[in-house]
């Protein structure tokens, strides 16, 4: 299975600063159709997860573009530009490229 | 509107079976790969199984092989996931979601709100 890290695992931030979060994956995550499938997802307290942004980069409609996701083959970060209080929560990222699916551990971020 | 919502989580006995269900409703379900992810109390999140649109293929993580079965009804726009052999371990807030699928993995862009599932004697 396609080991997924996270770093760091808490996030202390202040409103207003960036923030960034790094993932790593245990291979490439180059997929043979030249797609890369590594997702974020954020998780407020007591809520269902949500996606973020998806093949590494492309942010979902409703998601702020203070949000942004960059990386390739094993390497992939999420930066905030500057962390709002509704930004609170667990940031996941999972790779879809190989069967299982796996999930990093999770980052959470605090104000 | 898109939804999803799950039910048929309760509290279970070691080895005891469960079946969790997910309406769905808002989309073309039959267009649509869909999987179970699950999360532990207090812990993250876990890719449990994905099926897709016709049923034909199935995919599961390891510790669910041979004990979770992912099915669908097409026609009544259906997701379910039937447990059996359940442990300790499996005791987890079971989330439904949608996956785009072919082109978009893994990008779950719809997530039901979750049943919990509690293994214990």
């Known amino acids: 299975d396609v080991v997924m890290t996270q770093s760091p695992l808490s996030l202390p931030v202040t409103l207003g600063q960036p923030a960034s979060i790094s993932c790593w994956s245990g291979q490439s995550l180059l997929y043979k159709d030249k797609n890369t499938y590594l997702n974020w997802f954020h998780q407020r307290p007591g809520q269902s997860p949500r996606r973020l942004i998806y093949k590494v980069s492309n942010r979902d409609s409703g998601v702020p573009d203070r949000f942004s996701g960059s990386g390739s083959g094993t390497d992939f970060t999420l930066k905030i530009s500057k962390v709002e209080a509704e930004d609170v929560g667990i940031y996941y990222c999972m790779q879809a490229t190989y069967w299982p699916y796996t999930f990093g551990q999770g980052t959470k971020l605090e104000i | 509107e898109v939804q999803l919502v799950e039910s048929g989580g309760d509290l279970v006995q070691p080895g005891g079976s469960l079946r969790l269900s997910c309406v769905t409703s808002?989309?073309?379900?039959?267009?649509?790969?869909m999987a179970w992810v699950r999360q532990a109390p207090g812990k993250g999140l876990e890719w449990v199984a994905n099926?897709?649109?016709?049923?034909?293929?199935?995919e599961y993580v390891d510790s669910v092989k041979g004990r979770f079965t992912i099915t669908r009804d097409n026609t009544e726009n259906l997701l379910y996931l039937q447990m059996s052999s359940l442990r300790a371990e499996d005791t987890a807030v079971y989330y439904c979601?949608?996956?785009?699928?072919?082109?978009?993995?893994?990008?779950?862009?719809?997530w039901g709100q979750g049943t919990t599932v509690t293994v214990s004697s």
């Open positions: 808002g989309f073309r379900f039959s267009g649509h790969w």
């Open positions: 099926i897709k649109r016709d049923g034909q293929q199935k």
């Open positions: 979601a949608r996956d785009p699928g072919e082109g978009v993995w893994g990008a779950f862009d719809i």
